[in-house]
């Protein structure tokens, strides 16, 4: 791993700090935009507005908003959602999260019927087929939701919610149909998530006149591999007019491009050392398209982003060059052009385009990319020693300053995810003050390869807590933070981590948790199916090694706890429940220890209310102010 410089010591003489960043504008910020579709020559994507308690809609290129309030275009698939719309031939269909029900966007039009008990997700509409694909998850039986792909009738009724075409698996995502009558989709098993392993597969889909409507043929399996995680798969046709099937696999180590055919079977395209792929949280597509032959892929390097170009009709692989990339979300190809949404370092998010028949492919912002109204400060890579090799991190540093200055640390969520570098006027709002914050990409984290994202197994409690210590005793060593002033947050897992930081070292000074996870035993009984089994990985099998659960439970050793905590938690959490949060301050009230739990009526797994998000900002700027001065 390349080792990074460090900054400049932050004691170095004072100079003039830039005006404060309000709790206004760090949590108004820009609209974040996922999702994009190419509908001919029109764009449209997803666009989450802060302003309006983050409700989704969908816009187009014009900025012309298709779904207005109340509509909320959001799906609860998985909890997590992703792929709640599509757009083809003029038809826009999405899954209306007021109405508990698919719509046809144009006319108003319900395509299936309203249910709290029945969720979809992933949708590929095909007008020309009165055909609507999707994931759905089925709540309304005993035991587990059970999640299959169905047909959907576009025209309506669907009164049966939909003609069970895959079904088996624990999980099935990502259904797309060819344009010559192939479904593809990829699935996976308990006890694995679908980084650890997941199986792509195809068979042929018919449409029988005889009553019995859509009917799926013999089933091809694609690739599916122990230790594999094969997903995404995508149809394409080259200007020969043969059909191809795209998807990401990562049996080199990286999610690396493969391709599949009937006659051919599976290669490995472009084989890299970088991840080309994210992990499935969601039924959102790729971050990769392909048409006609051409790619635009994203890659991760040691953390940093880029855009790539395969030409396989003029064979060249092309790198275009574009300072300031934070992170690629959704790409889609059509000719000679290529367009993607993006977050940007140090401005918000973006739809730029990218020719990809030119030797030095240009990049050129289209939309978005506004800059916020105080100068932003920019992250610097660092990357230290840790237990279990090394270990990348973020870093923002406030202005140069008499003495140094606190540290916030993060640690983000997943814990299988990573930290992003797209601005974020939340980590402004604390620079602007004179903190500095670290976003720490801890072993199992993604975008580093396998190996890396694998070095939690088994260890969660333990390396994810070594890791972020071993950062911030890197940055104390250096003198650029105050070893007294060292705070560390994060919400669901990497709460878990904050809170296990807590009652397991003491390198902190104080803590925020954000529904985080403090009874791993809880944990396990007591969530929703995606990552019902998640922890056999991250821990070990469940009840067999009820031992090592209690053991990394923090609730289970407040006494080891000697600094002060903040514990913000949502009412309505199916992902972490709101009894984790009580019975972790319980815990330590009893102990005789400070804490404050702060419980917000109406809210899950991630705050989107405004008077939820404002409040627990105000509360955690008190807090630290409170402690540090």
Known sequence: MTQHPLPESTTSAASTRPR????????????????????????????????????????????????????????????????????????VVAVDDVRNQVIEVATDRPVTPASQQVRYGGLQVHPNLDLVLAVREDHRGPGEAVTTVVALRLSGGNDDFGRVLVSGPDFVAGPRLSPDGRLAWFEWNHPDMPWD??????????????????QLGQVTTVMDEPEVSAQH?????????????????????????????????????????????????????????????????????????????????????????????????????????????VGLVAAGDALVRVRLDEDHPRVTLRAGGRRPDWQPTLPTSITVSGSNGDVQAW????????????????????????????????????????????????????????????????????????????????????????????????????????????????????????????????LATDTHKFESRYLDSLVGPWPADEATYLARSPIHHVDRLSTPMLILQGSDDKVVPRNQAEAMAEAVRSKGLPVELKLYPGEGHGFRGGEARRDALERELTFYERLFG
Not at 69 to 79: D, I, K, Q
Not at 324 to 331: D, I, K, P, Q, Y
């Open 20 to 91: 404060l960043v309000t709790v206004d504008e760090a949590l108004a910020g820009a609209p974040s935009w996922s999702e994009l579709r190419a509908d001919g020559e029109r764009l449209l994507w997803l666009e989450s507005r802060p302003t309006e308690n983050r409700r989704t809609t969908i816009v187009d290129g014009d900025g012309v908003e298709l779904t207005p309030a109340p509509f909320c275009v959001r799906s609860r698939v998985m909890e997590y959602g992703g792929g709640a719309w599509d757009a083809r031939n003029g038809v």
């Open 395 to 522: 870093l923002y540093l406030p202005e140069p300053a008499e003495h140094a200055p606190a540290l916030i640390v993060k640690s983000h969520g997943g814990p299988t995810s990573s930290a992003s570098i797209a601005h974020s006027p939340l980590n402004d709002f604390w620079t602007s003050r004179g903190y500095a914050v670290v976003d720490v990409n801890y072993s199992g984290s993604t975008g580093f390869g396998r190996d890396y994202r694998n070095r939690l197994r088994g260890q969660w409690g333990l390396l994810d807590v070594a890791d972020c210590v071993a950062v911030v005793d890197h940055l104390v060593d250096a003198g650029a933070v105050d070893p007294r002033k060292v705070s560390i947050t994060g919400g669901s897992a990497g709460g878990y981590t904050t809170l296990q930081s807590l009652v397991s070292t003491d390198r902190y000074t104080a803590g925020v948790s954000r529904y985080g996870i403090g009874d791993l035993v809880m």
């Open 197 to 214: 392993r997941s199986a792509v597969r195809t068979a042929p889909l018919a449409f029988e006149e005889d009553g019995t409507g859509w």
């Open 233 to 341: 798969p995508q149809w394409d046709v080259d200007p020969s007019g043969r059909t191809t099937l795209w998807f990401t696999a990562d049996e080199s180590g990286y999610w690396n491009l493969h391709s599949w055919t009937p006659e051919q079977g599976s290669s490995l395209v472009w084989p890299v050392d970088a991840d080309c792929d994210h992990p499935v949280w969601t039924l959102t597509g790729p971050s990769w398209a392909v048409s006609g032959g051409r790619l635009l892929v994203h890659q991760m390097v040691q953390g940093w982003p880029r855009l790539v170009v395969i030409d396989l009709v003029a064979g060249v692989v092309r790198h275009p060059e574009f300072d300031g990339l934070a992170e690629v979300r959704s790409c889609v190809v059509a000719g000679n052009e290529a367009h993607a949404l």
